[in-house]
């Protein structure tokens, strides 16, 4: 059995069944993503975890102990918060010091370990000072050490970042990285930034609609996709309207231009579909293995730092096109008529049904980029 | 715009003058105790009756178990409402406002009418007094309390605090109240106030309270009455002064609600 073992999981609020008979295994010292869009279940399923909501069915094991009808403070978890809830009445070394005092530690104790975890956190010589008194990041980071000197056997997060700004973000969320690395510890966190989920985590489970649709490691998650609703989620993507025009070879034609996709076509679903390329897999200069090219204007260029994304409109659609940057790469000027080469097997086609799906997705994550 | 601030400027000394003239008047008045000079004869008068002390104290006494009993019971239940049933919430706002929509002298017959035979006879109990009291200072005590548990984020601090292992218990006298610090005093002083000086339930459920001795006094004499005026006044001013000074205190200390910054 894994550390932590989530096995047919129900939780309904109402009439609503927010998670549906959902399974999850995270082994010791992993950390683990579950990633979504809001009312995907992510969070109801890490407060079940954390013992805050209680599943109407399945079980939850953590250390090889069944924990459900426990009650939170008996679960010996860590746990942080999106808006860090530190007690507004104590000092950060009180604050600290708070979940060591109850689990009877004597002094010497205590303060040794508050100040091992200032330490651990960067944040020494902020013992005195009280909540109020620190920036948004320093209070999360007062959070974290909070849970983590208690020594529990796993840590929880529930979007720790999205209160923060994006500089602070990035930095902490290395920091938290490579502390749960240093100390080993079980994390389970809970974020709706797909960006997050990726840089941060061992595994990464996209949940939608109270069942996780995959897991796997962000490698696999990123370019293996199982689902067109992750891979809408995951990353940018472009959807291209086409036409079959031989299923059996995998000819397709966009916008009059024709193409071969290196998948299997389903000829039985008519001749209309739509494909999907990622930005990252166009060229501007193509080689034999990107033997496809679709030829579009350039509607727009992004100079994103290290990447450089073109908008190409190809026959009224706009798709994104990146290239890395380097002080040799020639830009296209706007209106330029550009090819964009790609492989065969970058160009993934869609069933009808996954389209309306896809669709969804693409909005769901355009409307969480807009809101974090 | 300076028309503006001028217009406004000259509201609020009207306001000031509606307000402080009739006062001013009481206290020169309460000073002409004797006649042809300006004395404190009057307070001395006041502070020498032996009743005064006496229903003084009697009504002190009273406003204090009010208010330890009034806390005891409706803290834990804003708490309660406000993690558990927050549905529940509009229905206790309405309830708070009943102490304003029924007179207290229907209270006070209620109380007499219920109470005065089996199953549970208090009419010759003070606490009865001290349970019609509690319902009169509810709506200040819940409201109070319901603002300060507004302020801070009571469901996370509760969540946080049982993450780290703590009980119910710990939870509610290491975090909920000393962050309550600020609500609980204004609670206090607010129903210490109305208390000392509540008149028709003390008079009708026949308790020898200050408020049915002001009553008499100002039947029978005076220019004592307006000195009592006046010091009751300067207790309840005092009382506010006090809220304010203690939480000015707790603010320094770092003791800031619901403080979020980046």
Redesign the interface.
């Known amino acids: 059995m894994a550390f932590i073992e989530l096995d047919g999981i129900v939780k309904v609020f109402g009439n609503n069944t927010v998670v549906k008979h959902l399974s999850l295994s995270v082994e010791k010292g992993e950390f683990i993503s579950l990633l979504g869009g809001s009312g995907c279940g992510k969070t109801t399923t890490l407060r079940m975890i954390?013992?805050?909501e209680h599943p109407d069915e399945g079980s939850i094991h953590v250390a090889g102990r069944n924990v459900a009808g426990l009650?939170?403070?008996?679960?010996?978890?860590?746990?942080v918060?999106q808006?860090?809830?530190?007690?507004?009445?104590m000092?950060v070394r009180r604050n600290i010091a708070?979940?060591l005092k109850?689990?009877g530690k004597d002094k010497a104790e205590t303060e040794r370990r508050v100040d091992e975890m200032l330490e651990v956190i960067g944040m020494a010589e902020f013992g005195p000072r009280?909540?109020?008194?620190?920036?948004?990041?320093q209070?999360q980071r007062v959070?974290l050490a909070?849970?983590l000197a208690?020594e529990p056997s796993a840590l929880?997060l529930d979007e720790p970042l999205s209160?923060?700004?994006a500089k602070?973000r990035l930095r902490l969320r290395d920091d938290i990285r490579s502390i749960q690395r240093r100390l080993g510890i079980t994390t389970i966190y809970v974020t709706h930034d797909q960006e997050e989920a990726l840089s941060i985590s061992d595994k990464v489970a996209v949940m939608r609609e109270g069942v996780i649709e995959q897991i796997g490691t962000p490698f696999e998650i990123y370019n293996h996709p199982a689902t067109p609703y992750v891979s809408s989620f995951i990353g940018t993507l472009n959807v291209l309207p086409a036409k079959i025009v031989d299923a059996a070879a995998g000819i397709l034609e966009i916008a009059g231009q024709v193409i071969k996709s290196g998948k299997p076509l389903d000829p039985t679903a008519g001749s209309d579909l739509a494909v999907t390329v990622r930005p990252e897999a166009f060229f501007l200069q193509g080689d034999a293995s990107e033997s496809n090219s679709l030829s579009g204007k350039v509607a727009n260029v992004k100079f994103l730092g290290s990447v450089v994304r073109l908008v190409v409109n190809i026959g009224g659609v706009d798709v994104s096109a990146d290239s890395f940057n380097a002080p040799r790469l020639t830009i296209p000027a706007l209106g330029d008529e550009v090819k964009l080469h790609f492989s065969p097997d970058a160009c993934v086609p869609l069933p009808v049904k996954a389209k309306a799906d896809m669709v969804a997705a693409l909005e769901e994550g355009a409307a969480e980029t807009r809101k974090g | 715009m300076r028309k503006k601030t001028g217009l406004s400027w000259l509201w609020f000394a009207i306001g000031m003058v509606y307000f402080f003239l009739p006062l001013l008047a009481t206290f020169l008045f309460s000073l002409r105790g004797k006649k042809g000079v300006l004395s404190f004869v009057a307070y001395e008068h006041v502070f020498k009756d032996p009743q005064f002390l006496r229903t003084f104290g009697f009504s002190l006494e009273m406003a204090i178990l009010t208010v330890i009993l009034g806390l005891v019971l409706i803290v834990p239940t804003a708490i309660w409402v406000h993690l558990k049933v927050p549905k529940a919430k509009p229905f206790i706002e309405l309830l708070t406002l009943l102490p304003f929509v029924i007179p207290p002298i229907i209270l006070a017959f209620g109380l007499i009418k219920t109470f005065s035979r089996p199953p549970i006879v208090l009419v010759s109990s003070p606490l009865l007094l001290v349970a019609g009291y509690i319902i009169v200072a509810f709506p200040y005590i819940y409201r109070s309390v319901d603002a300060g548990l507004m302020a801070m984020d009571l469901r996370g601090l509760s969540e946080a605090a049982q993450s780290l292992g703590s009980s119910w218990i710990t939870l509610l006298f290491k975090v909920v109240l000393p962050n309550l610090r600020t609500a609980l005093l204004s609670a206090t002083f607010l129903t210490l106030a109305i208390v000392i000086g509540e008149l028709t339930l003390a008079l009708i459920l026949a308790w020898p309270a200050f408020g049915p001795y002001m009553a008499l006094m100002g039947r029978n004499l005076a220019y004592e009455p307006a000195a009592l005026a006046i010091l009751s006044f300067a207790l309840t001013w005092g009382s506010i002064g006090l809220i304010q000074l203690l939480t000015r205190g707790a603010r320094d200390k770092g003791a800031k609600l619901g403080a979020v910054t980046h």
């Open positions: 954390a013992g805050f009650a939170p403070n008996k679960r010996k978890l860590g746990m918060f808006n860090y809830a530190l007690f507004p009445n000092n708070f979940g109850i689990a009280y909540p109020h008194q620190l920036s948004g990041g209070q959070a909070r849970a208690i929880l209160a923060l700004d602070i």
